[in-house]
């Protein structure tokens, strides 16, 4: 079993930056892949950025060139810069982890936080 806790979530103004952090415990040995999700009040949950335990990346055309997903594998954890802010930005961020996928399909993901609120305002 893996657990996952985001943190580093609020209310960052229009164009701000933010950065979210996510710890991994548990059975870590049987996960390659860890990223960033979000989904917004009505929306579907949105794969925004993943990374490969050898540093691969992959961004969602929505978010590619403002948010940078990075690891750090002695300490096990994944965080998300955001930057260049957008209202349509807002959301619930969940940090997950996957074994042998590397897509952007939520559904290729078996592990899931209980996710940190973003909210973009002015």
């Known amino acids: 079993q893996v657990q996952l806790q985001e943190s580093g979530g609020g209310l960052v103004q229009p164009g701000g930056a933010l950065r979210l952090t996510c710890t991994v415990s548990?059975?870590?040995?049987?996960?390659?892949?860890w990223a960033w999700s979000r989904q917004a009040p009505g929306k579907k949950r949105e794969l925004v950025a993943t990374?490969?335990?050898?540093?691969?990346?992959n961004y969602a055309d929505s978010v590619k060139g403002r948010f940078t997903i990075t690891r750090d594998n002695a300490k096990n954890m994944v965080y998300l810069q955001l930057n260049n802010t957008k209202p349509e930005d807002t959301a619930l961020y969940y940090c997950?982890?996957?074994?042998?996928?590397?897509?952007?399909?939520?559904?290729?993901?078996?592990?899931w936080g209980q996710g940190t609120q973003v909210t973009v305002s002015s």
């Open positions: 990374i490969t335990n050898g540093g691969q990346t």
């Open positions: 997950a982890a996957a074994n042998n996928y590397f897509g952007l399909r939520p559904a290729g993901y078996t592990y």
């Open positions: 548990g059975n870590i040995v049987g996960t390659d892949t």
